[in-house]
């Protein structure tokens, strides 16, 4: 019986995640079929009636289908049947109000069907939907159950299928740039390829830096922003841990593990994709004593010591150290200040309902810089905008001057100093220090000098992308800037130009025309720079949420996010102290201790 299964299995067989599609569109096409014949025999009503645009019934059917196969093809966890029935249930009750009521309605030009009435005659279309969830839901199960339908196979289980891997890419660094190569890569070699992947990474997530700041405000959760780097790849080997050597004329790598033993790569291509590190400009007390902002640790650690602030202030009775507490300044107005400013200053003057010691005149968010505006990357109206907009909302906006000293407790901004006991630090970046010991050439601020085809200057091997590295932009003749848009076009370029210099092929030149800038300045309020036109305030805003919400990476962390953005409209902001993180540091203890 079980080898008639499998022989009869063998054509259902699924591998890739198109099968997986396409058969749960079939299915769905089917279920739909079936639910709607069904109910037509049992009701005997007129099909017209019951479902106008019989169509495009079926075609929604069809796209649900493959979403419903999508979402299953990995089989981390096999449902129950009676799991199957309630996953098909809820299918059933959001097609109904998501195709039934909105979709369906609006296309056949009828607008959506939201009030009670129209429900009520929508209900026999939801006896339909539901019976189609429930069908399609157990006809995938049955599949799975019987052994015909398998998940798609894990990285493992294809890594221990490569006997003979000729070629090693090691990529170092697993932000925006060196993630994107490697994901590229990967897509352009196939499963089966001749050529291993290696991403090194000192955190085993990718961080959605253009979020960071809703982190801090407590808009959204660390976790939501940070999807784990081997959600992305199939193939690559994912590695946690820092580069200590780079021998270039050798080509190996030594890499320090976060269990702290050693390995050492050896190589056929590197691809240098390090990012930076804040530039403190010599000064050994803005490392000491301010915060700097680039890392998930790093957003946490601010909220935390923010809220301690309010905690400590509540109870202070000396105003001088109450006003310290109470008093954030921040330095440097490009798009992460400015950004974090404005989410810090609604998220303190939002939470000081909690505290009821605590007045909105004696807080203080002081954001200082040299330049004449804020915003640098945008145009000077929007700039403005943005200005008047946080000043409004009791952000003090400090330009011309730079925080020349910080101490315990205190700030000097020129040659006044003020008592502060909050510095965070977002007014320069340097490339990542390890790329000096390398020996290629380098700009006077240590970055990697590469070519248009990303290929570092003067080597065969050695890559460099992303903001460690200065790469012409043929557009504008100046340097590509470094930001994430032009560190995902770069990666995409240098995959490509792997994959061709790995197939005797012809890498090309690195080219891409900017496509603007958004900027969120405070809640509900964005200023916004797309192909050319300029948008501002709730308009701006909502253009932030979608643009950046549909390049979040992986489905998992856009819902995610998406319900922290719908918690965060009816509830006021958390003020709970997160346990602290140290996300360079193994937090298992090696065995013994
Ligand atoms: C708060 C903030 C907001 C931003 N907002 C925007 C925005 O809205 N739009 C935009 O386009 N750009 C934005 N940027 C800039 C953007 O994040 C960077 O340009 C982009 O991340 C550069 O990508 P990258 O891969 O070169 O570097 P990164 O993304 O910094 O990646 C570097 C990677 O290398 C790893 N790494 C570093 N050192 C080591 C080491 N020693 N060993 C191993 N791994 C290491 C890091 O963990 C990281 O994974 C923002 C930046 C910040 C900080």
């Not at 790849?233 to 190996?252: C, K, L, M, Y």
């Not at 033993?261 to 050896?266: F, N, Y």
């Not at 900017?514 to 900027?519: C, E, T, V």
């Not at 643009?547 to 319900?563: A, D, F, G, N």
Request: hydrophobic share 45%; net charge neutral.
């Amino acid at each position: 019986m079980s080898a008639s299964v499998n022989n009869f299995g063998g054509v259902f067989l699924q591998k890739t995640e198109t099968r997986w599609i396409q058969l749960g569109a079939s299915l769905g096409g089917l279920a739909a079929l079936i639910s709607l014949g069904l109910f037509l025999i049992l009701s005997g009503s007129d099909p017209n009636s019951v479902v106008p645009g019989i169509l495009m019934y079926f075609a929604l059917a069809l796209l649900a289908g493959a979403g419903y196969g999508w979402l299953l093809r990995t089989g981390i966890r096999p449902l129950k049947t009676y799991e199957s029935i309630v996953v098909g249930v809820v299918y059933g009750v959001a097609s109904w109000l998501f195709f039934g009521l909105v979709i369906v309605p609006v296309l056949s030009g009828r607008g959506p069907q939201w009030n009670a009435a129209d429900a009520a005659v929508q209900f026999p279309l939801l006896m339909i939907y539901l019976l189609q969830g429930v069908i399609l839901a157990l006809a995938l199960h049955g599949m799975q159950s019987l052994g015909w339908l398998r998940a798609v196979e894990s990285p493992h289980a294809i890594d221990e299928l490569e006997t003979d891997i000729q070629q090693h890419v090691v990529i170092l660094g697993g932000g925006f740039a060196g993630v994107m190569t490697a994901q590229e890569l990967e897509k352009r070699l196939g499963d089966h390829s001749h050529v291993q992947i290696t991403l090194v990474s000192q955190t085993n997530h990718l961080l959605f830096t253009p979020m960071l700041a809703e982190v801090t405000a407590g808009g959204v959760e660390a976790q939501h922003i940070s999807p784990p780097l081997r959600a992305f790849f199939r193939r690559v080997r994912v590695i946690r841990g820092e580069p200590t050597e780079i021998n270039a004329a050798g080509n190996v790598v030594t890499v320090k593990l976060s269990s702290g033993s050693s390995m050492t790569l050896a190589y056929d291509h590197l691809v240098l994709a390090l990012g930076t590190v804040p530039n403190f400009f010599g000064n050994a007390n803005f490392a000491r004593y301010a915060f700097t902002f680039k890392s998930l640790a790093d957003a946490i650690q601010i909220r935390n010591h923010v809220i301690d602030c309010l905690e400590r202030a509540d109870s202070e009775m000396n105003p001088e150290r109450r006003r310290a507490r109470l008093t954030f300044v921040v330095v440097g107005a490009g798009f992460a200040g400015a950004e974090l400013i404005g989410g810090l200053n609604d998220f303190v003057r939002g939470s000081l309902w909690y505290y009821k010691h605590l007045r909105n005149e004696e807080v203080t968010f002081l954001l200082v810089h040299p330049g004449e505006r804020i915003l640098p990357e945008l145009s000077t109206e929007l700039a403005l905008y943005a200005e008047d907009k946080m000043t409004a909302r009791g952000v003090t906006i400090r330009g011309n001057v730079r925080v020349t000293d910080a101490g315990l407790g205190s700030v000097t901004i020129g040659d006044e100093t003020i008592s502060a006991e909050t510095l965070i630090w977002t007014a320069g970046n340097l490339p990542n220090p390890i790329l000096k010991n390398i020996g290629c050439e380098t700009d006077k601020r240590g970055a990697i000098i590469a070519d248009e085809k990303l290929l570092v200057k003067g080597q065969h091997n050695l890559w460099a992308v992303g903001d460690c590295a200065v790469i012409p932009d043929i557009v504008t003749g100046k340097n590509a800037p470094p930001t994430a848009q032009y560190a995902l076009r770069e990666a995409k370029t240098l995959a490509h130009n792997l994959y061709a210099v790995l197939n005797q092929g012809e890498p090309i030149v690195f080219r891409h025309r900017s496509q603007g800038a958004l900027a969120v300045v405070g809640h509900q309020t964005a200023c916004a720079e797309v192909f050319g036109f300029k948008f501002s305030g709730l308009f701006a805003w909502l253009m932030w949420r979608g643009i950046y919400l549909s390049k979040l990476p992986t489905l998992e962390k856009k819902v995610r996010v998406l319900l922290d953005w719908v918690i965060d409209v009816f509830f006021p902001r958390d003020i709970t102290y997160a346990p602290l993180v140290n996300e360079t540091v193994d937090p298992i203890p090696p065995t013994g201790d």
